[in-house]
């Protein structure tokens, strides 16, 4: 099993930043690729980004992002703490969201990457609120 917990959201003005944690527990080989997801009130969950280890670390690890926020988000990973980081920059009023990370195995498709269906974890989630 792998267990998954949030930390770090809150509210913050627009242009402003916030890091989430998810700090990770369980099978290693079950959380080679960790995924970000968001989802609003009334609206699809939605890729945020993804990074997959590489030898086994986080650093040097490949990352992948949404459109969306590609430039303004970043994520890494802490070996040591076990722990993957969702830095947050230029926020904006349409991201608020409750944020989840997932994690899997490294045996997914980078297309597949962006698909909730392939992260059979899930951490609890934590609200991020940007406000005007």
């Known amino acids: 099993q792998v267990q998954l917990v949030e930390s770090g959201g809150g509210l913050v003005q627009a242009g402003g930043s916030l890091r989430l944690s998810c700090a990770a527990s369980?099978?290693?080989?079950?959380?080679?690729?960790m995924g970000w997801f968001r989802q609003a009130p009334g609206k699809e969950r939605e890729f945020v980004g993804a990074?997959?280890?590489?030898?086994?670390?986080?650093?040097?690890?490949?990352?992948y992002y949404a459109d969306s926020v590609k430039g303004r988000f970043t994520i890494s990973g802490d070996r040591v703490k076990d722990t993957v980081y969702l830095q947050m920059n230029t926020l904006k009023l349409e991201d608020t969201a409750v944020y989840s990370c997932a994690s899997a195995s490294s045996g997914m498709s980078v297309a597949s990457m962006s698909l909730p269906t392939q992260y059979p974890y899930w951490g609890q989630g934590t609200q991020v609120t940007v406000s005007s």
């Open positions: 990074i997959r280890r590489s030898g086994g670390m986080w650093g040097g690890g490949t990352t």
């Open positions: 369980g099978r290693t080989f079950s959380r080679n690729v």
